[in-house]
């Protein structure tokens, strides 16, 4: 199992966290507006101390 973050593309804004087996991460369908990014387990309870910058996480 792994943990994606669904986030909005312009803000980084993380709008929340899913587990998934990694054979089905393409199953995640976000709206046009947002990304999906692979994060650890921990940021499944605190996604809302982080946000996405290019790509990568980082803390508020």
């Known amino acids: 199992m792994?943990?994606?973050a669904?986030?909005?593309?312009?803000s980084?804004?993380?709008l929340k966290v899913v587990e998934y087996p990694e054979?089905?991460?393409d199953l995640i369908?976000?709206?046009i507006t947002e990304k999906v990014?692979?994060?650890e387990q921990k940021l499944f309870t605190n996604h809302d101390r982080y946000i996405v910058v290019n790509n990568q996480?980082?803390?508020k």
Not at 6 to 10: A, L, P
Request: no cysteine; hydrophobic share 50%; net charge negative.
């Open 37 to 39: 990014i692979e994060v």
């Open 2 to 4: 792994a943990f994606y």
């Open 29 to 31: 369908t976000p709206k």
């Open 6 to 10: 669904i986030y909005e593309i312009e």
């Open 23 to 25: 054979f089905l991460r």
């Open 12 to 14: 980084g804004e993380i």
């Open 57 to 59: 996480l980082i803390s």
